[in-house]
């Protein structure tokens, strides 16, 4: 686009329904009819900046030009992230509290994330037999436990499908209305007052936390001033370590969909490369719709592109357009885990879980651990198992439905031990 030539502006008064109709395909349809990777629009009433693409996601996560402060809605707060919790950060208090958590990522510890989630998972396929499942919720269940393991919190077994599906109803919630909304936020009220007690009984002396876990590391957690997270806050933030671990659920969901879809992937993940179980892990990632968009706000006036963001204004940046650019990746809509064999991209052009440094910006803290517990499950699903896929199910994924899953949660039946 010229420097000089001002973006276009989406010529209807509001643009809320569209986003409701067209889901995780609303900026990009607009980009690709406005022949632009900026436009202008109107959501629930408010001037919305949207782009796309490798060059709008550096300037999307440039931290002297844009704020995550005042620009997560308190519908997403009180479901997904927990109200003033480190994705509503910025400055030096988000960079202190964003060390708290890449210090859980360490070798180690993700290496008995590893193990533990191998363990949930053969246990399961020892407890399936022959029977019918769906993959979804059981992985869940499996994340869920291993998560718990690995961060120090109790969780009792009776409790274990109530607390994964909590986890799961908060991430559901988000771009959602009416009861997955009102489910979403019950789901994080019973989940911060668990780990508040926990917090608590940890704090009192009453419950130890083994050091190196996350519980630990939060119940003892200090701001830059030297002040202890107060209970509520620290359940925040724990909760904020065990629910995206959990909600690597549906990229599970979506990676055994794809060995079934494409069954020469399912046969390349048995050759026990090692370099192709990232490359599957990376394409899944991809290719499937997981966050439709992030959104921050400008930290003070500058002129880009041809248009002059205003301090203040609600920009979004289309995560699953950038993810499927077809300047960036060639034939996107096609799933190729080779595409990955070669590549050498930037922190903006593959933006799954967000862009930019995972020490010093806003891309996901756990990105590595993602990688590395997808790569554990798909092996033990290619390798340590067989199972029949029935046909009486929806396999179908919608780009409208925010955020989406297979319909059916991939249900899988006859499980046993792969001869």
Known sequence: MPANQSIPHEKTLDSSLALLN????????????????????????????CMKGPESAKLFY??????????????????????????????KAHQHRKLL???????ARVELLKILIRQEWQHKFGAWKQGRVVLFEEAQDVLCRAACAWSGVPLKEEEVRERAKDFGDMVDAFGAVGMRHWNGRRARRRAEAWIREIIGQVREGKLTAE????????????????????TEMASIELINVLRPIVANATFIAFGALAMHDYPETLLNLRTGDEAYK???VQEVRRFYPFGPFLGARV???????????????????????????????????????ERFKEWAGSPFDFIPQGGGDAYTGHRCPGEGVTIEALKVTFDLLANEVEYNVPDDQDLSVSLVRMPSL????????????RS
């Open 101 to 107: 958590f890449m210090s859980l990522m360490n070798p």
């Open 62 to 91: 440039d931290p002297e030009r844009f704020q995550r402060k005042g620009a997560a809605p308190k519908r997403i707060q009180k479901t997904l992230f927990g109200q003033n919790a480190i994705q509503t950060m910025d400055g």
């Open 299 to 337: 930290n003070s006036d500058f002129t880009w592109a041809g248009h002059e963001f205003e301090e203040g204004d609600l920009v979004l940046l289309d995560l699953y357009g950038t993810n499927h650019d077809e300047r960036v990746w060639e034939n996107p809509n096609e799933f190729k885990p």
């Open 211 to 230: 050091e190196g876990t996350a519980l630990h590391a939060i119940a003892s957690h200090r701001d830059l001033e030297g002040n202890m997270l107060d």
């Open 22 to 49: 067209e889901g995780y395909l609303f900026i990009t349809n607009r980009c690709r009819e406005l022949d632009s990777d900026l436009f202008q629009t109107r959501l629930l009433g408010e001037k919305v900046v």
């Open 278 to 280: 990232e490359q599957f």
């Open 406 to 417: 297979p319909e059916s949660g991939f249900i899988i039946e006859q499980v046993k031990p």
